[in-house]
T-cell receptor, first 112, second 111 residues
Framework: GESVGLHLPTLSVQEGDNSIINCAYS??????FIWYKQESGKGPQFIID?????DKRQGQRVTVLLNKTVKHLSLQIAATQPGDSAVYFC???????????FGSGTQLTVLP | ETGVTQSPTHLIKTRGQQVTLRCSSQ?????VSWYQQALGQGPQFIFQ???????GRGNFPPRFSGLQFPNYSSELNVNALELDDSALYLC??????????FGPGTRLTVL
């Protein structure tokens, strides 16, 4: 079935460097995409979202890029900090129920 | 904090038993969705309730059922528990927009 997938299961970056987490999606009907951060023992925390009529959206230290041609989503984190260490999920949604379809996640580790 | 609460935090059951998990949605949110997250995986959509009616269901068997109450709180019931039901169960609430606010989850272990 259609699902959201991630290219890399783990990513290690030096503190202060920029991080890029990638995601591929396969459902062309998806019209809303979200990045979540999940720390151990907690529920997913909203980071940033983007609708299918946009290519780029910026937040505080985070940027999401959407390439609908190749069905690719990325999350850029500027000046990565130790507190950014977590599992990051991309998710897509479509249909009337707006159910979220998640990828399997990328574990981001920030090295001192 | 999202304002979504779940109870209990942890739960241990044996195979064949039944379990009820509870969720209190964020104030004003009339839609609740439930997700199952197996260890090392992304959450999977179970079902959604909108104004006390089921409004969508994922690929889960009928022994997964739910309720939503007039105050928009919700329950997830699982009958005839199987070992593979061991997971983190998340609920998320939303209002008119698309953003879903997740609770901390209930960790269910089936022995």
């Amino acid at each position: 079935g259609e699902s959201v997938g991630l290219h890399l299961p783990t990513l290690s970056v030096q503190e202060g460097d920029n991080s890029i987490i990638n995601c591929a999606y396969s459902n062309s009907a998806s019209d809303y995409f979200i990045w979540y951060k999940q720390e151990s023992g907690k529920g997913p925390q909203f980071i940033i979202d983007i609708r299918s009529n946009m290519d780029k959206r910026q937040g505080q230290r985070v940027t999401v890029l959407l390439n609908k041609t190749v069905k690719h989503l990325s999350l850029q984190i500027a000046a990565t900090q130790p507190g950014d260490s977590a599992v990051y999920f991309c998710a897509e949604t479509f249909g009337s129920a707006r159910q979220l379809t998640f990828g399997s996640g990328t574990q981001l580790t920030v090295l001192p | 904090e999202t304002g979504v609460t779940q109870s209990p935090t942890h739960l241990i059951k044996t195979r064949g038993q039944q379990v009820t998990l509870r969720c209190s949605s964020q104030s004003g949110h009339n839609t609740v969705s439930w997700y199952q997250q197996a260890l090392g995986q992304g959450p999977q959509f179970i079902f959604q309730y909108y104004r006390e009616e089921e409004n969508g269901r994922g690929n889960f068997p009928p022994r997964f059922s739910g309720l939503q109450f007039p105050n928009y709180s919700s329950e997830l019931n699982v009958n005839a528990l199987e070992l593979d039901d061991s997971a983190l169960y998340l609920c998320a609430s939303t209002d008119v927009g698309d953003e879903q606010f997740f609770g901390p989850g209930t960790r269910l272990t089936v022995l």
